[in-house]
DNA sequence: CACAACTATATTGCGCACAACTTAATAGCG
DNA sequence: CGCTATTAAGTTGTGCGCAATATAGTTGTG
């Protein structure tokens, strides 16, 4: 990219870090869609379903939004289709029902073994080490604590 | 994270990759609402105009698409709406009328200047230098490739 | 207890992304 | 030339993300 006759240079589309992530989250989606054929759960989906199974007990939407950071906006909808689906529950909570609580079905719970292979599936698709994952993990968890801080500053 | 106890460690939200790739990204745009506020921009618009500021001449909406990976489905109605914000102009390409045509009108171009000081903006914001901007950015291109190649297999 | 402040979820509206499909124009081939 | 295949852009439908708002339930204070 010959970047040298222009007046604002910095704003060259190959130079900047935000448009290879922004790519990079999109393939990595797409690469998800073929991965979870099978089970109809899109990646957000399956984004709750991880939360879920590594929960002991059910979650409110609230918890679930913090792990994700996801609001009600998102959630709401898409755990009425995972209810349709038949792999969650949403309860009003008993002892405060403002809040609705998340439990898996069975067969949301059945679901997990189903998709026990993908993180190494995916894994081999991106082509990186396992330690250069978790080093590109560690980077990018940084960058979001960094943003956070900027966007409430 | 515990994970010593689970069936199915590989599954924890904490261990992947894909969950802080998806976050960043999702912060990164939260983070240009406000940079880009004052301009009427979308960061998927941002992006567009940038392709379009980099570029000599007109280019197609499939040019652009190929640029940002992006398909008319996305692209057209985002072009409608800078167009109906009098950035840009879409014309047919006479010598092939299946085309269109995408320029920038003079308000589009003045806006360069306007978002000039963006990108220094977001780096700061995101609490890295310069090499590690460029040596993640440069990660993410190779990730991309790969999960193309794997997605096309 | 009354009532204001707060909290949790749901709803609405807009703008992506993208798959699947349609329409129109062009290219290629006999 | 005529016809089929291909290409470019547009359309439709679904599912996010998220801001803004609404609604209902809870808490804290006097």
């Known amino acids: 990219m010959d970047v040298s006759g222009r007046t604002y240079p910095q704003l060259s589309l190959d130079l900047q870090l935000c448009f290879p992530l922004y790519a990079a989250t999109r393939a990595v989606t797409k690469r998800y869609v073929t991965l979870l ?47 349709t689906a038949g792999l969650v529950r949403r309860d009003r909570d008993p002892g405060d029902e403002r809040r609705v ?14 998709v026990s292979g993908v993180p190494q599936e995916l894994g081999a698709s991106m082509g990186i080490t396992r330690d250069e994952a978790l080093a590109l993990r560690d980077q990018l968890t940084e960058l979001v604590d960094h943003l956070d801080t900027a966007e409430s500053s």
Not at 52 to 79: F, H, I
């Open 37 to 83: 054929k099978g089970t109809g759960l899109t990646y957000p989906q399956y984004l709750v379903m991880l939360v879920l199974w590594e929960s002991e007990e059910p979650l409110s939407v609230t918890s679930l939004g913090q792990r994700l950071r996801l609001d009600s906006g998102t959630l709401t909808p898409l755990l009425k289709r995972l209810e």
């Open 101 to 114: 609580l998340v439990s898996l079905t069975e067969a949301g719970q059945a679901l997990e073994e189903q």
